[in-house]
């Protein structure tokens, strides 16, 4: 490390090392007072490299390319299907938030500390007894957006007067959760919604598997979208008197993807239900998807609930077949969360590669009822972008994509010239081509190299005897060939190599 | 307020009542107990509406459509000379943050409280002193972005091996600042930047100045955009001996359009300038535009780094002119913040509105320093979003833009119509037309009020005749007029009627 950096260093932590004097010189032991000193500054010190929060991304040029042709595509699936975009902030008031995604949930939340003397409004008694989830409230009055369902019921009860219902909005933006990081899992990312609300019609149903269906078929990604309903589900359970054990009952159904039929009974029977009812259900749920929702008639004929869900179910089925891409399955051991969905649910799967859901959503009825107003339900879809994205790389869907590379580059050769090429650059940007002129007269070869690194197509040179013809020396970098042309001439080749 | 609304808030307060409850039931005193939640509770039960956090804003569609197309001709013009876009995580470790916005900037970064048993890492000595700020880095570890140049700075360091320099980078993205919220000043809000690092070329500050003019342009904002040079400003401080007062000296002078001369040249004494030298000093800060940089040289003569800002600044206006649209005014009183910019300076203000700067950069010379990597040069400019939207809507600049209305609604007749209708739904949107079939089947009346208060141009009905005839009723909205056509027919008119 040299001394500039030292320096660096010294100022920056210049405050960090007096608090630690500060608090140990109190203690009288200076020992420990060193020790302290010894362990944490290396630890500050790998700090001060440039470096990410954990769990967070930057997203190169090249990362952001895939990212926007996948957004591109749902966002014109989604105006085309008439939903209008809306967007929240980042953070809404910690009170919007807490309470609603379950004690886990509340933990995922990032608070926001208040600014200024945050301690202050900390009641003493409190204060003293040192308990940090009791100090949220008195420290942290703001928390950054978790999902983008609970900001869309914020919103829709704050311009409720404003709003056309049925209301249909889209919203693309990233929410924070403070889980664990993991491979594929980030603590910043992007969640890509659309909801209807404000009417209970089914075809709103039939509208969100289409998007899917239209989606999916555009970014080439053969997909199963799986499709049950709650009130099915709700039946089953009301028939075999299993409401004690609803949620340990559906957690386990939720997990039949990843450990199988034995472990699902198990656990059933682990939370009570008895080895015959469990291997009745075991035979229920493993009804085969064509004879879904038919076949379960017989089972639910006296359970007003059930029989609606498969009615409504039925309903969906036949008004949204044929699809021209996705393939719809009845699957009624599909479970998704409990405390949120009141009707259809559905789930949408990669076909060719082995990757979660890309996307899920469903019918809800009381979204808005946290903030106090009631009866307006709603229905919804979500995209996952990040497993979307990895699935198409996987695939090699992105090859041959165009980057943000411009089309050309016009070498510096020195002052005059440059002054030259910067009147053809303007010229070229007017009629929509993407040009830059190198910034500084370096050697030629390096000039190239930038132009080769970077990916862009065309380089134009311009020395004096251009300058005296009027023309430019193009030169296509994939085959290498170069031409002398006029403005016109040249304009046309580097417009036709254009995508 | 209504039994439901109420057993809703008993849900939520339940726990904050048992944590008052709890807190005070240690201190024996009943009636503080009871004094206490009487008092807070009225504050806690007001919080349950649907509420933004202050100095936040929900975007509507309306608006939406607006900032897009702001959105869209900036990073056009950004892409089309050459910038690729980068993104960065909304927070970032607060070690990067901290100290570079100076000591007020660090009071505005709002700061993510630690997940978990957040008090844990906080010393008992710090924990017993109370103090806040002493406080934070124990209990806080990440911040939210406050702009995207440090953002950029880091990303360039932990990305310089994988970048190809001179680096051309957009970012267009929210930032949030704990600023007390005022008129047109938000906590969170965009800033769109364009910068190159790795290049001390004067063209890049001709390529600044171009996208200005391009984007203004293509906005239709008749701007002004100033330039002077921050090395003609240090060796005016120079030739003056004012480096002991340059932080007053050039404070004071960056007010002079709001508080005008007389209470710049007081200020100047105020901090020490003599009578006589302020005198000197607003008679060379008067010079006429059209006479700088030039009629500098006799003053700067003796002093280099300001002679080679004269120069530089020379340089720059010989190679940019002329502009399709702005104009460019050298302005020798432009200060623009002291501790960032160590060369050409330049700001953007509309002609025709009253409004701040619309936008503003110039170049700097250590930013990626901070972070231990020196020697990369770099320039760069910022449009301001919020304010270019301002004055388009003071202009009327947005008359006639196309919002996220769908081109057509098909009114749902029942169940067997919808199916029609449905049909050529998809196969409208098929054609890249935006249309939707509307959900029930309620009253026309309603049906058609739905289309026209989201301005959607086209109607379209089809019941038992039109299916019979495999027909469709459009009805153009504007003009009330009704046609029976096939599919074909409609979709041409439809298509056309798209703006």
Redesign the interface.
């Known amino acids: 490390m040299n001394n ?2 030292l320096s ?1 260093l010294g ?2 932590f210049r405050p ?1 090392t007096l ?1 630690f004097l500060f ?2 010189s ?2 009288k032991g200076n020992e420990i007072l060193f020790a302290k000193i010894n362990v944490t500054l290396p630890k ?1 010190l790998a ?7 954990k769990g ?6 090249e990362q ?1 390319a895939k990212r ?1 042709f996948i957004i591109e595509k749902i966002k014109n699936a989604f ?15 910690l ?2 938030l807490t ?1 609603k995604y379950g004690n886990e949930g509340d ?2 939340i ?4 208040n ?6 409004k900390v ?1 003493p ?3 003293e ?4 989830s ?4 008195y ?4 928390a ?1 957006r978790y999902d983008l369902t609970v900001p869309l ?3 829709v ?3 409720r007067n ?1 709003i ?1 219902f ?1 209301f ?2 889209y919203q693309i933006q ?1 929410v ?1 959760r ?1 889980d664990r990081p993991q491979k594929g899992r980030f603590r ?1 990312f992007y969640q890509c919604d659309a909801d ?1 609300l404000g ?3 089914l ?2 149903e ?2 969100f598997i ?1 998007l899917y269906n ?1 989606v999916f078929s555009e970014l080439k990604i053969p997909v199963e979208i799986r499709i049950n309903h709650r009130k099915i589900l709700n039946g089953i359970i009301h028939k075999f008197n299993l409401e004690d054990v609803k949620q340990p009952f559906m957690t386990a159904l939720d997990k039949l993807d990843k450990i199988g039929w034995d472990k699902v009974v198990a656990e059933w029977q682990k939370s009570g239900i008895s080895a015959q009812t469990a291997f009745k259900l075991r035979e229920i749920f493993s009804i085969s998807p064509d004879k879904m929702p038919e076949h379960l008639e017989p089972l639910l004929r006296d359970i007003p609930e059930g029989m609606e869900g498969v009615e409504e179910l039925k309903t969906v089925l036949s ?1 949204v077949s044929p699809l021209s891409h996705a393939e719809l399955v009845p699957d009624l051991s599909l479970a998704r969360g409990l405390d949120y969905y009141t009707g259809t649910i559905m789930e949408v799967r990669a076909k060719s590669v082995q990757m979660g859901s890309l996307g899920g959503g469903g019918r809800y009825d009381n979204l808005t ?4 107003v ?1 009866d307006i339900s709603g229905a919804g879809i979500s995209f996952g972008l990040d497993r979307i994205l990895l699935v198409m790389e996987e695939m090699k869907l992105f090859e041959g994509l165009r ?4 089309q050309v ?1 016009f070498v ?1 050769f020195g002052d005059k010239e ?2 030259y090429s ?1 009147k053809a650059v ?1 010229k070229l ?1 007017e009629t ?6 190198y ?2 007269a370096v050697k030629l070869k390096k000039q190239l190299q ?1 132009a080769a ?2 990916n862009i197509p065309f380089v134009v040179m311009a020395g004096e005897d251009e300058m005296k013809a009027q023309k430019f020396t193009l030169k296509n970098m994939q085959e290498g060939s170069q031409t002398q042309l006029d403005f016109e001439e040249m304009r046309k080749i580097i417009g036709t190599g254009k995508n």
Not at 369 to 372: N, P, Q
């Open positions: 500039a950096k660096f100022r920056i960090l608090n608090v140990f109190k203690k500050r700090m001060i490299k440039a470096a990410l929060p967070t991304r930057d997203f190169t040029p952001l926007q105006e085309r299907s008439g939903f209008q975009p809306v967007e929240t902030p980042a953070f809404e008031k009170e919007t309470g933990k995922l990032f608070k926001i500390l600014s200024g003397d945050f301690l202050k009641p008694a409190v204060y007894e040192k308990n940090a009791k100090m949220v409230p420290i942290s009055e703001k950054l019921a914020r919103y009860v704050m311009h404003e056309v049925p249909k909005r990233p924070w403070a910043e209807v009417s209970k019609s075809w709103q039939v509208e289409q239209d008004r009822e946290i903030f106090g009631k980057g943000f590379e411009p580059m510096n440059a002054a910067w303007k940007r929509g081509i993407s040009a830059e002129l910034p500084d930038y690194k970077r």
